[in-house]
């Protein structure tokens, strides 16, 4: 049995390091040492979402899940895609609150982004966005990988302009609003982050 220890992880590091492990095992027991509280709760809802039977116990220093079975759908059969993915990133944070907060859960969803199934066709980033895209943001690399997957990354360059960005673009290209509008409008689903 295989054990990985994903106490002291920030969220989302513990249910992507069990989704990692999880594809890499093939099948194989796997115990995952947790720290109490969200980490706890995640990972068990991550794993009997995939179908896998989960054991927990109490251990020094939190608990021990044990994932065994094999990982089933993770979601309903879904009929075939119609248009693409639009993710439109209209920030360089996520939700209202503390700004600190809001840049910390911008990082980790473009992060996250890298382990789920399916990667979007398209991210599009205007107004406090594009500093995403930019010299001496965070998720540049991340940011590379999912263009290497496909995924098509525009900046607004109005937007660049305003911030005064357009030289320090480090990912992606730059398009326009007509752009904008017309892959929104043409898309089988958006996302607005």
């Keep these: 049995m295989k054990t990985i220890d994903c106490r ?4 989302p590091m513990p249910v992507v390091t069990v989704k990692r492990a999880l594809e890499e ?3 194989e027991t796997i115990k995952v040492l947790l720290d109490d509280g969200p980490p706890r709760e995640n990972v068990g809802r991550f794993a009997t979402g995939r ?39 209209a920030s360089d944070r996520l939700g209202d609150g503390p700004e600190e907060l809001g840049r ?7 992060l996250t982004l890298l382990d789920v199934a399916e990667t979007p066709d398209r991210l599009l980033f205007v107004n406090t966005g594009v ?15 999912l263009g290497n997957r496909g995924a098509e990354v525009f900046s607004c360059g109005l937007c660049l302009d305003f ?10 290209g730059v398009t326009n609003m007509f752009t904008i509008a017309e892959s929104l409008l ?7 982050v």
């Design 163 to 172: 911030f005064n960005r357009k030289e320090k673009l480090r990912v992606g």
């Design 8 to 11: 002291n992880m920030a969220c």
């Design 51 to 89: 179908g896998l039977a989960v054991e927990e116990s109490r251990v020094e220093g939190g608990y021990a899940l044990t994932l065994s079975g094999q990982t089933g759908k993770t979601t309903a059969a879904r009929s075939e895609k119609q248009g693409d993915t639009v993710v439109l990133i």
């Design 104 to 110: 910390l859960l911008m990082k980790n969803f473009i």
């Design 25 to 27: 095992s093939a099948g």
């Design 186 to 192: 043409k898309a089988g689903s958006v996302v607005r």
């Design 131 to 145: 500093l995403l895209t930019t010299e001496g943001s965070e998720v540049l690399e991340a940011l590379e990988q």
